[in-house]
């Protein structure tokens, strides 16, 4: 069984910073694609960004310029750098690896 760990997330001020961290029970190498969605109150889930084992990554058109989603293959973890935050950026986010596995949900807040 594949466990994915999130940490990073909490409350900011629009215009500020969180940093998202996924490590997996799984070796990263093989995993095909690893990935971030959020989920607002009554909303459904959606893809924020994903990056595949060769590095190759795919973000929504709503964070592009702001997000960047990376990979530490020593240490088996994805990244969401998430920058110039809004308020409708505020929602659960969840890792995944492969659409198969997820993780158990970060709340994000951003409030002023």
């Known amino acids: 069984q594949v466990q994915l760990v999130e940490s990073g997330g909490g409350l900011v001020q629009p215009g500020g910073s969180l940093r998202l961290s996924c490590a997996t029970s799984?070796?990263?190498?093989?995993?095909?694609?690893m990935g971030w969605y959020r989920q607002a109150p009554e909303k459904q889930r959606e893809l924020v960004a994903t990056?595949?084992?060769?590095?190759?990554?795919n973000y929504a058109d709503s964070v592009k310029g702001r997000f960047t989603i990376s990979r530490n293959n020593a240490w088996d973890t994805i990244y969401l750098q998430m920058n110039s935050l809004k308020p409708e950026d505020t929602s659960v986010y969840y890792c995944?690896?492969?659409?198969?596995?997820w993780g158990q949900g970060i709340q994000c807040t951003v409030s002023s």
């Open positions: 995944n690896s492969d659409y198969s596995h």
């Open positions: 799984q070796s990263i190498f093989d995993i095909y694609l």
């Open positions: 990056i595949s084992k060769g590095g190759t990554t």
